[in-house]
C-alpha cells in the first residue's frame, strides 16, 4: 500500500488554485481582497464559496452573488478553514469509488471528518493557542480509509467483515490482519502531500497518541499535543451523533491529564454537527 502511495504517478495531488489559496490563509495579515482574486480566478472555487455563503450555514435574508460579499459573510475565521475543507474534498474526489459497491458513505464520512477538523480546533484552544494545522489533521484523519477502499477493496471488505464479527475497530484489525493502519496510510498521504509534520503526525498517531513511536523531533513542539487532542476530537465527533451524550466522560481525555487548560471546556456538539451538516451537505452539492 505505501509503494502506491510513493510511487503511483496518478496518485492526486492538491491543485494549485488551492495550494495557493491556503497558502495565502496562514498569513494573519491576509485580507478578503487578496483571498477574493484567487477564488475568482477559479470557476470551481467560487461556486463553492457561493452556494456556501447562501446556504443555511451562513444565510440571510438576502441572497449574494459577488464571492467578495460571500467572504464577507462567511468570515475570516471561516473562510481560512473553508480553505483547506474544500481543497481537502476535492483531492480525495479520485479515490470516490462506484457508490453501487462502496462502502463509504462519502456524506457521512465528511460529516465525521468536518466535525473532528472543528472539534480538533477547539480542544486543541484549550492547551495552546490553535494555528490552523489542528483543523486541517482532523479533515485528513481518515482519509487512509478512502484510499485503502478505492485502491485495495477486498482487503478493505476484509476488515469491514472481521470487525462486524469480532466486534472491534477498523483500526484494531487493521493491525491485526495487516502490517498497517489507516492512519498510517494517512500519514504517508499527508507527506505525498508535504503537509506540516505536526500534522502528519497527528494524523498516524490519533489513535495512540502515547506510542513509543511518536517522539519529539521538534525542540519547540510537544509529539504528543496534537496526537491527543485529535484523539479526543475523534470520539467527541462520533458521540454528537448519540443521544445524551456527555463530553466531559470521554475516556479519550485521559490523553491530555499531564497538560493544564487555558480556558474552561466549552463544546456544544449539536451546533457543532448542525453546522457541519449544512456545510458539508452544500459543498458535496458541487460532486456527482
Not at 467572504?71 to 471561516?78: A, D, F, K, Q, S
Not at 489507516?182 to 502531500?193: K, M, N, S, V
Not at 517522539?215 to 475523534?234: F, G, S, T, Y
Request: overall charge negative.
Amino acid at each position: 500500500m505505501m509503494r502506491v502511495i510513493q510511487r503511483d504517478p496518478t496518485l492526486p495531488a492538491f491543485s494549485s488554485t488551492s495550494e495557493e489559496l491556503m497558502q495565502l490563509c496562514k498569513k494573519e495579515d491576509v485580507s478578503m481582497e487578496e483571498i477574493s482574486k484567487i477564488v475568482e480566478l477559479d470557476p470551481g472555487l467560487t461556486a463553492k464559496y457561493l452556494r456556501l455563503a447562501n446556504s443555511p450555514a451562513f444565510l440571510t435574508a438576502e441572497k449574494i452573488s459577488s464571492v467578495e460579499d460571500a467572504l464577507v459573510r462567511i468570515g475570516m475565521n471561516e473562510v481560512r478553514k473553508l480553505a483547506s475543507l474544500i481543497a481537502v474534498v476535492d483531492v480525495c474526489h479520485h479515490f470516490r469509488v462506484n457508490v453501487l459497491v462502496a462502502h463509504i458513505d462519502w456524506r457521512a464520512f465528511w460529516l465525521h471528518n468536518l466535525m473532528t477538523a472543528r472539534l480538533t480546533h477547539q480542544v486543541t484552544e484549550l492547551y495552546r493557542p490553535p494555528s490552523g494545522k489542528e483543523y486541517l489533521a482532523g479533515l485528513m484523519h481518515d482519509v487512509g480509509k478512502l484510499f485503502w477502499e478505492h485502491y485495495f477493496p477486498k482487503e478493505f471488505q476484509q476488515v469491514l467483515n472481521y470487525s462486524a464479527e469480532k466486534s472491534c475497530t477498523m483500526y484494531e484489525t487493521e493491525c491485526l490482519l495487516y502490517d498497517t493502519n489507516h492512519a498510517d496510510i494517512g500519514w504517508a498521504l499527508c507527506e505525498r502531500w508535504s503537509l506540516d509534520p505536526e500534522i502528519c503526525r497527528a494524523v498516524r498517531f490519533y489513535h495512540d497518541p502515547a506510542s513509543a513511536y511518536n517522539k519529539q523531533d521538534d525542540k519547540d513542539l510537544d509529539p504528543k499535543l496534537l496526537p491527543a487532542c485529535l484523539c479526543v476530537a475523534n470520539e467527541l465527533a462520533k458521540g454528537a451523533l448519540l443521544p445524551n451524550f456527555d463530553v466531559e466522560k470521554v475516556d479519550e481525555w485521559s490523553h491530555l491529564e499531564g497538560y493544564q487548560r487555558l480556558q474552561p471546556l466549552s463544546i456544544n456538539l449539536t451546533e457543532q454537527r448542525e453546522f457541519a451538516q449544512h456545510t458539508i451537505e452544500s459543498l458535496l452539492g458541487m460532486h456527482p
